[in-house]
């Protein structure tokens, strides 16, 4: 990414310009050197205007994560969009998640903060991205249905926290994590077993 000043433009917040700013700024530096006055500067405003809009530097790098987890957002829907039913779609996302998130040292950041379960945007993206995938499960029998997609939810982003923490994120790694502890827990009785089964031989053929 070619870092340069942000430039201005009639539908740009003063919001956007700055976690944009801040987006650059860390991609040209690092995220141990990021600084408020340095990402005012970037985008034409005051330190002082920086600190209104954005609250603190902690605040700023939940946003620029934000930002970037868009991204992997669109990928991750790609990615379950070319397979086959609820856990298969559920595997390849945390498959993408575990291997790709922890790279990027602000979305790492966000994904391991305690308070990430709690923090509205990361809720919602993570409602875009999966909650179809859920809903469409429950309706096909797949997924249990006396849980709401807001529990399915909370339960789905603790799991992406542990893995992407854990010293083994490897394929296999991701696969037993699934198997053993999201099927379980959200699996309707009468699927799990046969779903279990078929993600199992999968995971056995993509590593012989």
């Keep these: 990414m070619r870092a340069g000043r942000v430039t201005r433009s009639s539908d740009a917040t003063v919001r956007e310009r700055l976690i944009r700013a801040a987006d650059a700024e860390i991609a040209e530096r690092g995220i141990e050197h990021i600084q408020m006055e340095a990402v005012a500067a970037r985008a034409g405003v005051s330190r002082a205007t920086a600190f209104r809009q954005l609250g603190s530097v902690a605040e700023m790098l939940v946003q620029v994560a934000l930002l970037r987890s868009r991204r992997y957002v669109a990928a991750v829907q790609t990615a379950m969009a070319a397979k086959c039913g609820t856990f298969a779609k559920l595997e390849v996302a945390l498959l993408y998640t ?8 602000t979305v790492s950041a966000l994904m391991t903060q305690r308070s990430t379960m709690h923090h509205p945007m990361v809720r919602q993206m993570t409602i875009d991205a999966m909650g179809p995938v859920i809903a469409e499960g429950q309706r ?14 909370t339960f789905l982003i603790e799991q992406i926290n542990l893995a992407a923490e854990g010293i083994d994120r490897s394929d296999d790694a991701v696969r037993r994590r699934l198997r053993q502890f999201i099927m379980p827990a959200l699996a309707a009785s ?10 199992t031989r999968e995971a056995e053929n993509a590593v012989a």
């Design 190 to 199: 009468q699927v799990a077993a046969g779903e279990r089964l078929s993600l």
């Design 98 to 105: 575990t291997r790709e998130l922890p790279g990027d040292p």
């Design 140 to 153: 096909n029998g797949e997924v249990r249905t006396d849980l709401e997609l807001d529990e399915i939810i």
